[in-house]
């Protein structure tokens, strides 16, 4: 059996090695603002720089649509995500925090009234939580209760992963999302570095291998996930470089919906979509993830699955599906009109955040 790290340990790592983000010893859980739409962006400058300053993630898990819904941030530290969340989710919104390591709730707590105030909001509509990711039904979340759950270079660090992502498709209402962005690896960590105290902190001997979580997924019912974004990671620490050099990890934000008709192989049904290019920020053309990008107004031939998560989400209002699955018309293999890289529809699950 792989041995595990003792939490105590990522809680030492996180509350009191590092102490600004600057502390970190690989780019694996650094991220730029590049690509940010533009409403992040214009967020992330009312954010305070105590909480940039302490900062650790891997990428920008936003997803648009926001408004009005109650988001769940898995490891939220000093709460940038969850502060930027809450801007964007606007007054009638709600967002959950939870983090298990004092320190970062602290700088997350004190900055709180000061971030409502920028905001402009007559009261908080945060709420940080003390707590393990495993357990959020000790938290006080329940069934069905949560809109979208984001996470930022956290559930890599998790000792208990198939927990944590039961607990997340528990939390979810039905057409929910998981968004998130994490280290992912190109196969198996070897099991001697699993704990190994640096490599965990720095977001490596944690990553799952892409087909362990493709299993996972499968194992709790998600039968299609979807890469939106993906890029290797350099590890220039030439101590690290020698210890998992062989190891190639990749910094990937996914995409997952709460939805139960999703089967798993793309399958053809002979339905179409038209996004109407009323998505905020992407008023000509939208990712649902990178192989479907959607230009405004063309109709585009989709999978069974990529109908369900575009017809019976909150994406809704803003695409027109046609079609049901009456008649099969075997295998999907999109048109030039999707971002697809290989001539059959089907992802190679293999690489799939690669």
Known sequence: MQ???????????????????????????????????????????????????????????????????????????????VFLAARLAGPEGFVIGVDMTDEQLDVARRNLDAQMARFGYSKPNVDFRQGYIEDLAGLGIEDASVDVVISNCVLNLSPDKP??????????????????????????????LAADPVLHGECLAGAMYTEDFRRLLLELGCRDYRVVQSRPISIDNPEIRAKIGMVDFYSVTVRAFKLDDLEDRWEDYGQVAVYHGTIPDYPHHFDLDDRHRFLSGKPVPVSGNTASMLANTRYAPHFTVTGDRATHFGPFAPGPAAMNQAATGQRDRATACC
């Open 3 to 81: 041995p595990l790290l003792d939490i105590a340990s990522v809680k030492q790592y996180y509350g009191k090695i590092l102490n600004t983000s600057s502390d970190l010893q690989t780019s694996a859980c650094c991220c730029t603002d590049q690509g940010m739409p533009p409403s992040v962006k214009a967020a992330l400058a009312e954010i305070n720089e105590e909480i940039l300053s302490r900062f650790y993630g891997c990428g920008s898990p936003l997803p648009p649509l926001l408004n009005g819904c109650t988001v769940l941030d898995l490891g939220c530290g000093t709460g940038r995500d």
């Open 163 to 192: 927990r944590v992502f039961a607990e997340i498709f528990r939390v979810l209402k039905p057409g929910g999302e998981l968004f998130f962005a994490d280290v992912f690896a190109g196969r198996r960590v070897p099991p001697a």
